[in-house]
């Protein structure tokens, strides 16, 4: 029975292998197995629209990526470095006390032009207690022995008593005085240690050469509020060893650790106040 012309033969081979070449490749069916359950976790709150399937899974559910968000500071973080009065602040809690805007005359001249003042502190008037108990005694034997030798009628004698007591008190007032311009002193790049009137003596040791530092209160110390300083450095020749009868040491401590440690946190304090005082705040 004949269905037609039928075609060549040769043309007939190459139909066959171009259908072949041409026929689509069949696609996979997905299967009817049910999707995966959803995670237990609630979504972040920020950027929880992020996401995303995994392409080797068909579009299938694959994670959740969550990101967090970039760290935020309030006010209240900052209390720290800054006061309600727009002044340089202290740790709650602690005895520091503001930082002293300018030197002083007797440690200005020893300050170059780059450097920083944080504080000068005078040796605590403890340094005076054997000074004043000199001076309160003299006058009082003075005032004894002057009365009995004008009952005597010893007249030399008594003039010889009081040019005794008058040395006493001028040397008396030559230690306080001297007491005045002993400084302590303290940069961003040093501690200095000024003192003397006539002869005057400036011992300094670089913040940088610092190894070990501690301060020692004894019990009159802290009924007081006065201690002493144990300096070391890394040479071995230190011009700033032992410092005695220094006031308030535990803000003093702070003050020069601070500085050695935590430089930053001394310039954002300086520098909000000086934003408060320039904004009139």
Same mark, same amino acid.
């Given at each position: ?58 579009? +299938?559910?694959?994670?959740? @990526? ?7 500071? $309030? /006010?209240?973080?900052? !209390?720290? =470095? ?58 009082? +034997?003075?005032?004894?022995? @002057? ?7 010893? $007249? /030399?004698?008594?003039? !010889?008593? =009081? ?119």
């Amino acid at each position: 029975m004949s269905t037609g012309p039928e075609p060549p033969e040769g043309e007939s081979s190459s139909r066959r292998w171009q259908d072949r070449d041409t026929e689509p490749i069949p696609r996979a069916r997905p299967s009817d197995a049910p999707p995966p359950p959803a995670p237990d976790y609630e979504p972040a709150d920020s950027y929880a629209e992020d996401s995303y399937a995994d392409p080797l899974t068909d579009g +299938a559910y694959a994670g959740r @990526a969550t990101y967090d968000a970039p760290p935020s500071f $309030t /006010q209240d973080e900052f !209390a720290r =470095l800054q006061s309600g009065d727009g002044g340089p602040s202290v740790p709650r809690g602690s005895r520091m006390a503001p930082l002293d805007e300018e030197a002083s005359r007797h440690a200005s001249r020893y300050l170059f032009p780059t450097e920083k003042f944080r504080g000068e502190w005078k040796r605590h008037w403890i340094q005076l207690a054997k000074e004043g108990a000199i001076a309160v005694s003299a006058t009082i +034997a003075m005032g004894y022995i @002057a009365g009995w030798l004008t009952k005597h009628n010893q $007249t /030399q004698l008594r003039t !010889a008593v =009081l040019v005794v007591w008058a040395l006493v008190i001028l040397w008396c007032a030559w230690r306080v005085a001297d007491w005045w311009y002993d400084r302590f002193i303290l940069t961003n790049k040093r501690v200095m240690v000024v003192s003397g009137i006539f002869t005057r003596n400036v011992a300094m040791m670089p913040l940088l050469r610092v190894t070990d530092m501690k301060y020692v209160q004894s019990l009159t110390g802290r009924m007081f509020g006065y201690g002493h300083f144990e300096l070391e450095s890394a040479g071995q020749d230190q011009a700033l060893r032992n410092i005695r009868n220094l006031p308030n040491p535990n803000e003093l401590y702070l003050r020069i650790v601070e500085e050695m440690y935590e430089p930053e946190a001394v310039e954002a304090r300086l520098g909000r106040a000086a934003g408060g005082d320039e904004d009139g705040t």
